[in-house]
Nanobody, 122 residues
Framework: QVQLVESGGGSVQSGGSLRLSCAVS????????MAWFRQAPGKEREGVAA???????LYADSVKGRFTISQDNAMNTLYLQMDSLKPEDTAMYYC????????????????WGQGTQVTVSS
């Protein structure tokens, strides 16, 4: 079973930056796509950014130009650089992975992490 562990969350003021990491353990060479999702209290989970093993990326309109998704060469670690953070970015952020090449922002990923909290104050 693939395991995903997120880190890097925290509290930051509006306009600040954070970098999230997602470490993949076990069967890492089976992963072909990964993504970041977030869920704020009382709201549905939404896709933030996704990437494939070929390095191509996809972003939600709400984070384009502010967030950057990246990975190491073997997809052992996924990153999300978050700049110009806004209070509306406050949410629990989840890492997801899939053995299929999806690069999608829907919730159909097979493997999920436990999440890391991001809080942005105004």
């Amino acid at each position: 079973q693939v395991q995903l562990v997120e880190s890097g969350g925290g509290s930051v003021q509006s306009g600040g930056s954070l970098r999230l990491s997602c470490a993949v353990s076990r069967y890492t060479n089976s992963i072909r796509s990964m993504a970041w999702f977030r869920q704020a209290p009382g709201k549905e989970r939404e896709g933030v950014a996704a990437t494939n093993s070929d390095g191509s990326t996809l972003y939600a309109d709400s984070v384009k130009g502010r967030f950057t998704i990246s990975q190491d060469n073997a997809m052992n670690t996924l990153y999300l650089q978050m700049d110009s953070l806004k209070p509306e970015d406050t949410a629990m952020y989840y890492c997801a992975a899939d053995p299929r090449r999806r690069k999608a922002l829907d919730s159909g990923y097979i493997y999920w992490g436990q999440g890391t909290q991001v809080t942005v104050s105004s």
